[in-house]
């Protein structure tokens, strides 16, 4: 396993995971639930987002093609409608997720906790994608060890939240990250529309062909293109022999 790729894999996962923003989540909850009910929400929820995102790394491909005949441009544009949507109301709020009090603590484990929180468009996008661009088994040890990590934030979001508080800090890293998830969100649109093109036959330019490869920063998937020139075959010739003269 080259330790430098599985790095950039798991940075990149992390990334997409955003746990700043889960901080902000499991804090505003503590009004409700106890510590020891908000560490089992989250290792709970924390499980089903494995499940979750490890049945689209393995089956994405398949379930968004085949059963639903789904280009997987089209899975990126609607993912980051959404990512875009929920960073903006972070945006206008200062809130990414309200909870009513009657809530049930097991009602918040899969929804809204697991999904769309942990598992949500970004890094269900990313599960699809990754394995090509980094290795099938790669990508799976980086997811895992992206979510451990995401796990161990968001058990002690209490405390991390407290000396936010005390610094006078929450607020402004809350729509600082909402600016930043809508950046996202806005990336993976962007991204989608061009590999869209890239694959529309009629759009393509008939002199340069044009090689999609899905690579993933530190703040967003980006799709890097690899793109060549063709030579006629003339020229070619004509420099060899021109080489051979002299």
């Known amino acids: 396993m080259d330790i430098k790729t599985f790095f950039s894999a798991f940075f990149a996962f992390l990334a997409l995971i955003n746990p700043i923003q889960k901080v902000f989540v499991v804090f505003s909850l503590q009004e409700n639930y106890s510590r020891a009910e908000l560490h089992r929400i989250v290792d709970k929820a924390t499980v089903t987002a494995i499940g979750v995102l490890l049945l689209f790394l393995f089956l994405g491909e398949a379930i968004l093609g085949y059963v639903f005949n789904l280009k997987i441009y089209a899975f990126q544009i609607t993912c980051g409608i959404v990512l875009f949507y929920n960073g903006f109301v972070g ?25 769309p929180m942990i598992a949500g468009p970004a890094t269900i996008t990313a599960a699809v994608t990754m394995p090509a661009v980094y290795g099938r088994w790669m990508t799976i040890a980086a997811v895992i060890l992206a979510l451990l990590l995401n796990l161990l934030i968001m058990r002690n979001a209490d405390r991390i939240g407290k000396f936010l508080v005390r610094q006078n800090m929450l607020m402004p890293l809350i729509r600082i990250t909402a600016l930043i998830v809508a950046a996202i969100g806005l990336q993976m649109i962007l991204n989608g529309l061009r590999h869209q093109r890239i694959r529309s036959p009629s759009l393509r330019k008939p002199v340069r062909s044009v090689e999609p490869i899905e690579i993933f920063g530190n703040l967003a998937p980006e799709s890097v293109m690899r793109t060549t020139t063709a030579v006629p075959e003339r020229t070619t010739r004509a420099k060899r022999h021109k080489t051979t003269s002299r």
């Open 91 to 115: 945006l206008q709020k200062g809130a990414f997720l309200t909870i009513d009090k009657n809530t049930r603590m097991e009602e918040l484990i899969a929804v809204p906790i697991a999904i």
